[in-house]
């Protein structure tokens, strides 16, 4: 899009840019993005292929982004900030830096991401919470097949996120037995 900046000095205090910036294959990047360049640290910044990136998203230093990343309108990553494949950031959301976001996880519009998201999570409200298991993008990758569910006893297992429990086998499950859906 124009007026996209990519490559410029880090906004960095202490640390001067030096390194490169790796941008994988079929990416949309609209108007007034920036994405700048990594520090001596990791002397990388990497974005992979197939993502969007909206109207005026910020990449800053050192991130690393996975495939099929959805950055919505006025959504930012701090520094050093890792996402994982598959990720949607509704518009506005501020990520933290240093902070992870899982794959195939949902972070709601105008939300601050100050700690990681574990995969697979619906994240949302102020402080962020999670919310329970993106059903909707995990809907959108199985293509209606019904391969995950509840799952009981000894075929689960069940994380524990604060207080919310979540059983991930079936979702494990799902990405060995279809690797490229996902």
């Known amino acids: 899009g124009p007026y996209v900046v990519i490559g410029t000095d880090a906004q960095h205090t202490y640390d001067k840019s030096d390194g490169y910036i790796c941008i994988g294959n079929n990416n ?47 959504s930012t990553l701090g520094g050093h900030v890792t996402i994982e494949d598959c990720v949607i950031q509704g518009g506005g959301v501020l990520v933290h830096q240093f902070s992870k976001i899982g794959r195939h996880s949902f972070v709601g519009g105008g939300f601050r991401v100050t700690q990681d998201i574990p995969p697979y999570i619906l994240a949302a409200e102020e402080p962020l919470t999670y919310k329970g298991v993106n059903s909707i993008g995990l809907k959108k990758i199985t293509l209606g097949h019904s391969s995950f569910s509840e799952g009981t006893g000894k075929s689960s297992i069940d994380l524990k996120f ?21």
């Open 28 to 74: 949309i990047i609209r108007e007034f993005t920036t994405i700048h360049l990594p520090t001596k640290l990791k002397k990388k910044t990497t974005i992979g292929n197939n993502c969007i990136f909206m109207a005026m998203s910020h990449i800053a230093h050192d991130c690393i982004l996975g495939d099929k990343e959805n950055m919505s309108k006025l």
């Open 162 to 182: 604060d207080s919310l429990d979540i059983n991930i086998l079936p979702l494990i499950c799902y990405e060995i037995i279809f690797p490229n859906l996902v």
